[in-house]
């Protein structure tokens, strides 16, 4: 992929709003919009995948050094605290090029879902 992932989800928010962001549509969303708060939410997304990601792998770690099943605990988290910026980057190099728009499309669904409960 030649993009990265926060340009890669503007550009699928953009896309799944651009017919919305029309005062000829809607009565509430703008062109202006989709630079404002539909760039904000696409970065939120991004942020989200790359902190869901390096949690997962943080914690297969620890359950293989550890042995812990328990979920967060108080010793995960001091474990993770330590290495959490380690992760996060692996996360992210790994999404910059591995992420497809149908996985970036399925968490921008997620995150609407998540506005309508």
């Known amino acids: 992929?030649?993009?990265t992932l926060n340009g890669r989800c503007i550009r699928r928010w953009t896309v799944e709003f651009k017919g919305l962001c029309d005062?000829?549509?809607s009565p509430w969303w703008r062109?202006?919009?989709l630079?404002?708060?539909i760039r904000d939410a696409a970065l939120?997304?991004?942020d989200c995948m790359v902190d869901n990601l390096a949690y997962n792998n943080?914690?297969?770690?620890f359950f293989s050094e550890v042995g812990d099943q328990n979920g967060w605990t108080p010793g995960f988290s001091a474990w993770y605290r330590e290495r959490r910026e380690q992760y996060r980057?692996?996360?992210l190099d790994y999404l910059n090029e591995e992420a497809t728009n149908d996985e970036i499309d399925e968490e921008i669904q997620n995150e609407l879902e998540a506005?309508?409960?």
């Open 1 to 3: 992929m030649s993009k």
């Open 23 to 25: 005062s000829k549509v």
């Open 31 to 33: 062109k202006r919009d």
């Open 35 to 37: 630079r404002g708060y």
């Open 44 to 46: 939120t997304t991004a």
């Open 58 to 61: 943080a914690m297969h770690d």
């Open 89 to 91: 980057k692996e996360a």
């Open 115 to 117: 506005w309508n409960d």
